[in-house]
T-cell receptor, first 107, second 122 residues
């Protein structure tokens, strides 16, 4: 099974900062990776799919990139609404794997 | 507007069984594979099962294989998850999700329900 290692587990940042979250796959994947944002008590929402495609309706400050087995989610300028938990998800085969999650908190 | 509404969660005793349901609307249900994802309190997301649009293919997480069954009724636009031999470790919110493409069984999840909580406790 593919393992996804997501880092950091917690990230403290300020409004206006540029931040990056990383997921590393245990083996080479296609670009079948998504990023989700989850707020407390709510269902996750997809931000990025196929590694770098911005989901319609998601703010353009979110971007995704793939480099080999490393996938990154970047928020170019943090807004107050962005403080949440983020997860990556591999869907390269039929057995999906989520990363462990990154809590993005206000510094 | 796409809507996914789960139901059937609640408090059950260890060893019991339960079926949770998901009512879908706002899209052609019979064209998309569907999925279940769970989240234990304070923990991360765990994919547990996927069913193809015609029910021809079903996939289960190894950690739950043998104890769960996914099914769907395309006439009633409904998705189901049956869980057997429940333990405290199955306590979680169970989310129904829609696959983002009608051309692939496995893809990202573009819509999520609000979730239904299953609590396993004596």
């Amino acid at each position: 099974d593919i393992q996804m290692t997501q880092s950091p587990s917690t990230l403290s940042a300020s409004v206006g900062d540029r931040v990056t979250i990383t997921c590393r796959a245990s083996q080479t994947l296609s670009s079948s990776l998504a990023w989700y944002q989850q707020k407390p008590g709510k269902a996750p929402k997809v931000l990025i799919y196929d590694a770098s495609n911005l989901k319609s309706g998601a703010p353009s400050r979110f971007s995704g990139r793939r480099s080999g087995t490393e996938f990154t989610l970047t928020i170019s300028s943090l807004q107050p609404d962005d403080f949440a938990t983020y997860y990556c998800q591999d869907y390269d085969d039929h057995f999906h794997t989520f990363g462990q999650g990154t809590i993005l908190e206000i510094k | 507007e796409v809507q996914l509404v789960e139901s059937g969660g609640g408090l059950v005793k260890p060893g019991e069984s339960l079926t949770v349901s998901c009512a879908a609307s706002g899209f052609r249900f019979d064209r998309y594979s569907m999925n279940w994802v769970r989240q234990a309190p304070g923990r991360g997301l765990e994919w547990i099962s996927t069913i193809s649009s015609t029910s021809a293919y079903k996939y289960y997480a190894d950690s739950l294989k043998g104890r769960i069954t996914i099914s769907r009724d395309n006439y009633k636009d409904s998705l189901f998850l049956h869980l057997n031999s429940l333990t405290a470790e199955d306590t979680a919110v169970y989310f129904c999700t829609k696959t983002g493409s009608d051309r692939q069984v496995s893809n990202y999840f573009d819509y999520w329900g609000q979730g239904t909580l299953i609590t396993v406790s004596s």
